[in-house]
């Protein structure tokens, strides 16, 4: 689970019977949300005893204080939009990391949020593939 400051509630953020699924999806997403000048916190909970428990709990927060539940109806078009937004730039963030490059600096974070919010889902996926394929070529040299 990850912390959301600006909502103050807890988002699940990977599900899989396998622990190092999730602990990846968790590393991924940090990296992603750390490149974009937020912080995150995350919580790590699994099954212990046939009962949900926190394994890797946050520092000064008390994430079993607020799980997340039932909310109020979101706005679905802006939410879609976002969603769709963040999954863009996590697609271009997984294709640079793949290409090796890791610590962005101000202009290529500004140059990732434009490509975001200009190109399809498809064509992120091919530029992101590009990159992919350009850091294994890399790597055999």
């Keep these: 689970m990850y912390h959301q400051p600006s909502t103050g509630s807890w988002r699940v953020a990977a599900e899989s019977p396998h622990r190092s699924a999730v602990l990846y999806a968790l590393g991924e997403m940090t990296q992603t949300v750390r490149a974009r000048g937020d ?3 995350v919580a790590l909970w699994g099954p212990k005893d046939g009962a949900w428990q926190v394994f890797d709990a946050p520092q000064g927060k008390a994430a079993t204080a607020s799980l997340p539940g039932p909310s109020e109806p979101p706005n679905e ?3 879609l939009a976002e969603r769709m ?3 863009r730039h996590q697609v271009l963030m997984a294709g640079l990391s793949k290409a090796g490059l890791y610590d ?4 290529d974070t500004a140059a990732l949020q434009e490509l975001v919010e200009r190109l399809d ?3 992120v996926r091919r530029v992101a593939h590009w990159l ?3 850091g ?3 790597a055999s040299v």
């Design 39 to 41: 912080d995150v916190t």
């Design 77 to 79: 078009p802006s939410r």
């Design 85 to 87: 937004a963040d999954r």
């Design 104 to 107: 962005l600096t101000r202009e």
């Design 121 to 123: 889902e498809p064509t």
């Design 132 to 134: 992919a394929a350009s």
């Design 136 to 138: 294994e070529e890399g």
